[in-house]
């Protein structure tokens, strides 16, 4: 066989190659995005992003090698499939980006209303709000705007005489509900963030998701935000990875 040919079949089989990877990129990228219980792509984000990599990892090295064979039809079926390997990639990125600012807005809303926690508290003698109540005992002593027009917590900037328009994607430990804090004697778990949105949520650790960020390392842990309670009174906003939710404290008093 002669030696262009030899280029020639090398080079069409890398454009192809290319191209399926191309493909396969799109529709991994498609249907992992899609997720949902049972889905065969049903994958933590961390191993989807990874794998979006290694397909166009594999586009451009096809691409290139069709470039160096210098066979037009080769290329061409390169090409398409760097583009397509490329867009994936970006997607990836894009998605990895969108984790990172969804956990510091999370981050940012639990600082507030720890705020009106403790304002809350401050008026009540020391006192937590009711684990069935938190939400409404919240806005109605809040002195600011800002407490209760946040798009975590009430889902919008509306006032708090829009009661159906309200919903918090957070919740409250029910073991503390109307407990004083001066009755505190270890770091305990106030508040959790949840997936779904509801009003006066509250629960403890049966009622926490697995995860409510998924990760990719090393960008983003996977894991949740928690608002604690020290036995100083104040409050401590914490991200806690997966791995480490068994250690957090439910109950405010340390048993005899």
Known sequence: MKPEKTKRRTSLCLGILSLLTGGLSVVVGSMGLLGGQGNVFDVPLDYRVLLWFVLA??????VISGLISRF????????????????VCFLAFVIVGKGIALKAICYHD???????????CEQNEGTLPDADAWCDQLVESAES?????????????????????KRSCFAFNKNLGGYRLSEIDRP?????????????????????????????YPFIERGAHFVLVLPDSTFL?????????????????KEN
């Open 57 to 62: 990892v594999l586009g451009v090295l096809a």
């Open 72 to 87: 037009k039809v080769g290329v061409v079926l390169g090409a398409i499939g760097a583009v397509l390997c490329t867009f």
């Open 110 to 120: 639990l600082q507030i209303l720890t705020r009106a926690m403790q304002e809350y």
């Open 145 to 165: 705007e800002e407490y209760f027009s946040i798009g975590s917590f009430l889902g919008g900037r509306r006032g708090p005489s829009s009661n159906s328009e």
């Open 188 to 216: 305990t778990v106030l508040l959790f963030e949840t997936r779904d949105f509801g009003w006066n949520q509250n629960g403890t650790l049966a009622s926490l998701p697995s995860t409510t960020h998924p990760g990719f």
């Open 237 to 253: 906003t914490i991200f806690c990875e997966k791995s480490e939710l068994d250690s957090l404290n439910w109950t405010a008093q």
